[in-house]
């Protein structure tokens, strides 16, 4: 099983800012990582897949990237309502796994 | 647009059984493979099953497998998902979840409205 590592658990950001997320994959996984975002309790929405390719609809503030088996979610110019919890998955090999999350507090 | 619209949770003893269900409007069912997520309380998301658009292939993890059970009527648009011999560990919020993909490159691009399923005596 693909373990998947979230870095940092919390982080504490101010409006305007950068927010920088990390993922790190147990094995290499080529670009088959997905980030999704969920607001309180809200269902949780797609943002990135392939592990750079943006979802419909999501703006360009969100970007994802990659070198070897770390991945890496920013989000530019944060907003209040960016405040969620944040996760990527895998989808190289069954099962599917996420990560644990990382909390965004804006 | 495109709908998922899940039924079917609730409360449930533990060893008990329940069949959750999930009908999809708006895009093409039976071209796309189908998931469950799940979120347990205070804790992060947790992939469940999948299945093949055209329900040849079926996917679980090890901590489910032999107990859930996933299935889809394509004439009906609808999805399901059946949970047997429950535990308390299996209490969560059940996500029916729709997928993108480029190749083989993929993304749970829609998301049902969630239904909570609570294992209790």
């Known amino acids: 099983e693909i373990v998947l590592t979230q870095s940092p658990a919390t982080l504490s950001l101010s409006p305007g800012e950068r927010a920088t997320l990390s993922c790190g994959a147990s094995?290499?996984?080529?670009?088959?990582l997905a980030w999704y975002q969920q607001t309180g309790g809200q269902t949780p929405r797609l943002l990135i897949y392939?592990?750079?390719r943006r979802a419909t609809g999501i703006p360009a503030r969100f970007s994802g990237s990659m070198s070897g088996t770390d991945f890496t979610l920013t989000i530019t110019s944060l907003e209040p309502e960016d405040s969620a919890v944040y996760y990527c998955?895998?989808?190289?090999?069954?099962?599917?796994?996420f990560g644990q999350g990382t909390r965004l507090e804006i | 647009q495109v709908q998922l619209v899940q039924s079917g949770g609730g409360v449930v003893q533990p060893g008990g059984s329940l069949k959750l269900s999930c009908v999809a409007s708006?895009?093409?069912?039976?071209?796309?493979?189908m998931h469950w997520v799940r979120r347990p309380p205070g804790r992060g998301l947790e992939w469940m099953a999948f299945?093949?658009?055209?329900?040849?292939?079926?996917e679980y993890p090890e901590s489910v497998k032999g107990r859930f059970s996933i299935s889809r009527d394509n004439s009906k648009n609808r999805l399901f998902l059946e949970l047997n011999s429950v535990t308390a560990e299996d209490t969560a919020i059940y996500y029916c979840?729709?997928?993108?993909?480029?190749?083989?490159?993929?993304?749970?691009?829609?998301w049902g409205q969630g239904t909570l399923v609570a294992v209790s005596s």
């Open positions: 094995q290499y996984i080529f670009t088959r």
């Open positions: 299945i093949k658009f055209d329900g040849s292939q079926k």
């Open positions: 998955q895998q989808r190289d090999s069954w099962p599917i796994t």
């Open positions: 708006g895009f093409s069912f039976s071209s796309h493979g």
């Open positions: 979840v729709k997928d993108i993909c480029d190749g083989d490159r993929c993304g749970h691009d829609y």
């Open positions: 392939d592990a750079s």
